[in-house]
């Protein structure tokens, strides 16, 4: 990936990120989406929160290169803007239209939905998008100097795809998409922390405190372990109070498989170059995990729950 347009998005983060809000809404509402005329009704609406949350996810990649231009001038000069292939201004300017981009489609989904009468809750998805960009302008410059803080406000920002996904057509909470929730939390927040190890140097010289540069590596890893682990243990509790099938029991093993092997390489292993890799690897396993979570959406109603 050649583009320094592309890379400063960071599109497999991004398609992440928005894969959570259309995986929640299909976890959540399984029925709409058997019938092909109700998932025909709401597919402008699905168009929307795909572009919407796309461009939501990459302005906070975007606005963290910019607000980051002295640390990636250490810890990563490769970066599109401390390599000189986009200027700083640029990155800004950006960084500014994917939000309004985001927004718009948020007021567009409400709007769509109302005008069609299908009952999608209106005002979820202006105020989501409203509180994203919010916080993602927030993290960018503030909370992301605060070590866990930081951290913390990512994932929370994972959750909210989630949440969103659960609220924007019943405005009912599911017990089974939030469980999906708590796993994919755990999972990215023990990823941002771990980040960290690779990034001592250049946050040190530019005070940014983490939890890497207080307690160091070795401490570091050992609670990003123990914070990954619990997506385990979350990801289990669908199955005695959501009524999760056999298909979902199936799959999530191995995405525990995979979870347990980051855990331990973990602390086995926690270079930075090593810590690189792990941070690929629970991005696949986030990846890998939505797809068991799809398949619970669409498979779930005609197989039989573990506990009936």
């Given at each position: 990936?050649?583009?320094?347009?592309?890379?400063?998005?960071?599109?497999?983060?991004?398609?992440?990120?928005?894969?959570?809000?259309?995986?929640?809404?299909?976890?959540?509402?399984?029925?709409?989406?058997?019938?092909?005329?109700?998932?025909?009704?709401?597919?402008?609406?699905?168009?929307?929160?795909?572009?919407?949350?796309?461009?939501?996810?990459?302005?906070?990649?975007?606005?963290?290169?910019?607000?980051?231009?002295?640390?990636?001038?250490?810890?990563?000069?490769?970066?599109?803007?401390?390599?000189?292939?986009?200027?700083?201004?640029?990155?800004?300017?950006?960084?500014?239209?994917?939000?309004?981009?985001?927004?718009?489609?948020?007021?567009?989904?409400?709007?769509?939905?109302?005008?069609?009468?299908?009952?999608?809750?209106?005002?979820?998805?202006?105020?989501?998008?409203?509180?994203?960009?919010?916080?993602?302008?927030?993290?960018?410059?503030?909370?992301?100097?605060?070590?866990?803080?930081?951290?913390?406000?990512?994932?929370?920002?994972?959750?909210?795809?989630?949440?969103?996904?659960?609220?924007?057509?019943?405005?009912?909470?599911?017990?089974?998409?939030?469980?999906?929730?708590?796993?994919?939390?755990?999972?990215?927040?023990?990823?941002?922390?771990?980040?960290?190890?690779?990034?001592?140097?250049?946050?040190?010289?530019?005070?940014?405190?983490?939890?890497?540069?207080?307690?160091?590596?070795?401490?570091?890893?050992?609670?990003?372990?123990?914070?990954?682990?619990?997506?385990i243990p979350a990801s289990i509790i669908p199955i005695f109070i959501a009524e999760a099938s056999w298909?979902?029991?199936?799959?999530?093993?191995?995405?525990?498989?995979?979870?347990?092997?980051?855990?331990?390489?973990?602390?086995?292993?926690?270079?930075?170059?090593?810590?690189?890799?792990?941070?690929?690897?629970?991005?696949?396993?986030?990846?890998?995990?939505?797809?068991?979570?799809?398949?619970?959406?669409?498979?779930?109603?005609?197989?039989?729950?573990?506990?009936?």
């Open positions: 990936m050649t583009n320094p347009w592309i890379r400063i998005m960071r599109p497999f983060n991004c398609l992440l990120l928005t894969m959570c809000a259309i995986v929640g809404i299909m976890v959540s509402n399984p029925e709409e989406f058997q019938v092909a005329s109700q998932l025909l009704a709401h597919l402008p609406s699905l168009i929307m929160i795909f572009i919407g949350g796309w461009a939501l996810s990459a302005s906070a990649m975007v606005l963290n290169d910019y607000f980051d231009i002295e640390v990636d001038k250490i810890n990563d000069p490769k970066r599109p803007i401390p390599s000189g292939e986009i200027t700083p201004k640029q990155a800004l300017t950006f960084g500014i239209i994917l939000i309004i981009i985001g927004i718009l489609m948020g007021i567009g989904i409400d709007l769509y939905e109302f005008l069609n009468g299908s009952g999608l809750q209106i005002g979820v998805s202006i105020v989501t998008s409203v509180i994203c960009a919010i916080m993602a302008a927030a993290y960018t410059r503030y909370m992301k100097r605060f070590s866990i803080i930081g951290n913390l406000a990512v994932s929370v920002g994972v959750w909210m795809g989630f949440l969103y996904g659960d609220l924007v057509l019943d405005f009912q909470i599911s017990p089974l998409t939030q469980c999906m929730a708590a796993a994919a939390f755990f999972l990215n927040f023990g990823r941002e922390v771990s980040k960290g190890i690779m990034d001592v140097e250049g946050d040190r010289e530019n005070n940014v405190t983490t939890v890497a540069t207080s307690l160091g590596p070795k401490w570091t890893a050992i609670i990003s372990s123990a914070i990954i682990f619990l997506a298909v979902y029991l199936f799959s999530i093993n191995v995405i525990q498989a995979l979870v347990l092997a980051v855990s331990i390489w973990m602390l086995i292993d926690y270079r930075p170059e090593t810590i690189k890799k792990i941070k690929y690897m629970v991005l696949v396993t986030m990846l890998l995990a939505l797809i068991a979570f799809s398949l619970e959406a669409f498979l779930g109603l005609i197989v039989s729950p573990v506990i009936p």
